[in-house]
């Protein structure tokens, strides 16, 4: 699938999209995360001691450094946060943005955590971050800010294959990992798999087929598989099918552009798109290609025709339909909104959308909240694709896409000799066709999302508990059998 990106952030959300739903008094991102942490740990068998080893961060690196701009020197900030190191190495995207700071970080990579828990991937979570605003700065500037961060990643021993593997995030995408790629194999030119220093790569460099598209296409997996369960069905009054359902996306982003296209292509109806400037709506389904190519045309969806546009954004969020799919910032769903939410299941593409006391409102008015941790995991599911295809320095299905299609080919001549006819040419292909990387990719993800939401749901209804609480007990489980497992050193007397 082929599509033209949008014209916004390259992971993911708009920079600068801001929140006007939380009330003053409520928790910070970080606090919202530790907030459902100690929630879910209510429901595992760990022990207060190991509950607070996982719940507590590992690694923080905070680094300074000059960079000339305009004939002035400014001082750049830069934070890599290590959150658990139970399985390494640790994973987890950086991101440009002039709103980062040190608590933001440490959140999201306490999440990096608990997501590879669930999705069964064997990492330790981390995050990483550089307090610009990319807009502000030429792409030869970009570079030299990258590769200076990349050298004190390097200096400080928090990037390696096997020590701590970064990814794009917002504001960052394959340009910038292909940057820091190349810096850290200058200066490690004697590791053989340096190429899996990093992930998000272009396929040039060693990225891989569907990692533009995973985390997109691993929300329509968990929506689809949530909207199937029987609970869930009689919970929302809703027929438990993607294809006619109506589909509301907050941030046309990556991750809400591919997570939008997936859901048009599978019969749902996109009837609004929601960005920081403006968002449109259309009940009869808007077309998702050509809402693309208007913002990257004209950088606005007003205009836009076939559609009403909505001058206050957020208010879009709020009218009637079947998902809703916060695919922005942190945040954007609080106690001023969330009592207005009508949307019957929330699905949580953003990290972090909705706060704690939203939360609470959300699940007591009826509705099913699909957890970020679960339902955005699939771009680290596929990073770990990336970081084994590096490995192993071997493309997905070189070794066996042509055994695949002579076997299935000698299976043909005998099935052609029981239906007394031959098979059209384009019969014999689309029946012999082997697995391109691309297909193996999405089979992978596929697979690993139905497993994940299979055993998110299985816990929830066994402990009565919601689906965030479950997912996250589950993953706390896993995290504290590996450290079991493992056993501690200088911990014990």
């Not at 680290?380 to 299935?408: I, P, Q």
């Amino acid at each position: 699938m082929c599509c033209p990106r949008p014209a916004c952030g390259p992971l993911g959300v708009p920079v600068g999209l801001t929140s006007e739903a939380v009330e003053s008094h409520e928790p910070k991102f970080l606090k919202a995360v530790e907030m459902f942490f100690d929630r879910a740990a209510k429901y595992c068998d760990a022990s207060p001691e190991v509950l607070k080893h996982i719940k507590s961060t590992d690694s923080v690196l905070s680094v300074t450094f000059p960079m000339e701009k305009d004939g002035k020197t400014l001082m750049i900030r830069g934070y890599r946060s290590q959150h658990s190191r139970h399985r390494l190495p640790c994973k987890g995207g950086i991101r440009y943005s002039s709103a980062v700071d040190l608590q933001e970080v440490e959140a999201l990579s306490a999440l990096m955590t608990y997501k590879c828990a669930v999705v069964d991937v064997p990492f330790g979570g981390g995050k990483g971050g550089i307090m610009i605003d990319p807009k502000e700065w030429t792409e030869a500037e970009l570079e030299r800010i990258t590769r200076r961060f990349t050298l004190e990643l390097c200096q400080k021993n928090f990037i390696g294959p096997g020590v701590d593997v970064p990814a794009p995030d917002v504001g960052t995408g394959p340009r910038e990992m292909g940057w820091i790629a190349d810096t850290y194999r200058n200066f490690n030119p004697q590791d053989v798999n340096g190429a899996a220093c990093v992930t998000g790569k272009a396929l040039s460099l060693g990225g891989v087929r569907g990692r533009t598209e995973a985390t997109g296409l691993g929300v329509y997996y968990g929506v689809r598989e949530f909207l199937a369960f029987p609970e869930v069905r009689k919970q929302i009054n809703h027929h438990g099918k993607v294809e006619g359902s109506t589909v509301i996306v907050q941030g046309f982003g990556n991750v809400g552009y591919w997570a939008s296209k997936f859901f048009e292509a599978n019969g749902a109806l996109i009837t609004g798109v929601v960005e920081h400037d403006a968002a449109v709506y259309n009940e009869a389904g808007l077309n998702v290609e050509q809402l693309a190519q208007w913002r990257k045309e004209h950088g606005t969806f007003r205009g836009f025709p076939d559609a009403k546009v909505i001058d206050e954004p957020m208010r879009l969020l709020e009218a009637e339909c079947d998902v809703l799919i916060p695919a922005a910032l942190e945040r954007q769903i609080g106690l001023r909104n969330a009592h207005k939410i009508k949307a019957k299941l929330i699905g949580e593409a953003a990290n972090g959308p909705m706060t704690p006391g939203a939360d609470e409102v959300l699940r007591a008015n009826g509705k099913v909240i699909v957890p970020d941790l679960l339902l955005n995991a699939g771009g680290v599911c596929v990073s770990y694709f990336e970081w084994a295809k590096n490995l192993s320095h071997l493309r997905f299905g070189r070794m066996t896409k042509r055994w695949d299609e002579r076997s299935k080919e000698q299976l043909l001549v005998l099935v052609e000799g029981n239906a007394g006819r031959p098979l059209s040419e384009v019969e014999r292909r689309q029946l012999i066709h082997g697995a391109e990387e691309h297909e193996l990719v999405y089979s992978g993800l596929e697979d690993t999302m139905i497993v994940a939401c299979s055993e998110t749901h299985q816990t929830a209804i066994a402990k009565g508990i919601d689906y965030r609480t479950a997912a996250l007990a589950n993953s706390i489980n896993k995290i504290a059998a590996s450290l079991s497992g493992s056993g501690s050193i200088f911990t014990h007397a």
